[in-house]
């Protein structure tokens, strides 16, 4: 019985990756592979600290096959960013999300792509033609999205969660988002009182 509810909640969960779980003015549109997407609202969602949760921690293989965790990062802010290399959006905002890292990685701040239903190697391939440098975990079956879904879900492709040092959820930006955007959030984050 435990098993059975587990793949219903996992199937719903799939379900509402694809299909969105948000009631914003969403478009749905489709990938390079015929792969289904949902567009966000452009939303960007701050939680003042003393509304905040604890994120919930993950862990996997990234693209290039090493164990990650985001309990590596303890003490610094997390940056999650959900994407697939048959997304448009997501190639829109990859030039951004690198300078956003390049930009903040001395001030305490870790990257983490989470590469999700996509082909191993054409998530390589856009990551080395977009430079990223930052590790990506490998996300097939949305067990690692799944983790948020009782908090602050990234309820479109692409979504960026912020971690602060404290491990709690501070910010959440659905659809794709920009170099100036990001990095007002990321650096309001990083310099919040410890």
Do not use: H
């Not at 509402?16 to 966000?40: K, M």
């Not at 996509?118 to 990223?132: L, M, P, V």
């Not at 912020?162 to 309001?188: C, M, N, S, Y």
């Amino acid at each position: 019985m435990r098993r059975r509810a587990s793949l219903v909640a996992l199937a719903c969960a799939g379900l509402l990756i694809v299909a969105g779980c948000s009631g914003g003015d969403q478009t749905q549109g489709i990938g390079g592979d015929g792969q289904r997407f949902v567009d966000g609202d452009g939303s960007v969602a701050v939680i003042p600290p003393g509304d905040r949760v604890p994120a919930a921690v993950i862990s996997g293989s990234t693209l290039d096959g090493k164990s990650l965790s985001t309990a590596d990062f303890a003490g610094d802010v997390v940056v999650l960013n959900v994407w697939a290399s048959w997304c448009a959006p997501c190639r829109q905002e990859a030039e951004g999300l690198q300078g956003v890292y390049d930009a903040t990685s001395t001030d305490g701040v870790q990257f983490v792509g989470i590469n999700t239903r996509d082909q191993t190697a054409a998530a390589q391939a856009f990551e080395r033609s977009a430079g990223i440098s930052y590790p990506s975990l490998v996300d097939d079956g949305g067990q690692l999205l799944l983790a948020f879904s009782d908090t602050l879900p990234p309820s479109s492709i692409p979504s960026t969660l912020v971690i602060d040092r404290q491990g709690q959820l501070a910010a959440r930006l659905l659809g794709p988002t920009t170099f100036t955007e990001l990095k007002r959030v990321v650096t309001e984050v990083a310099s919040e009182a410890q």
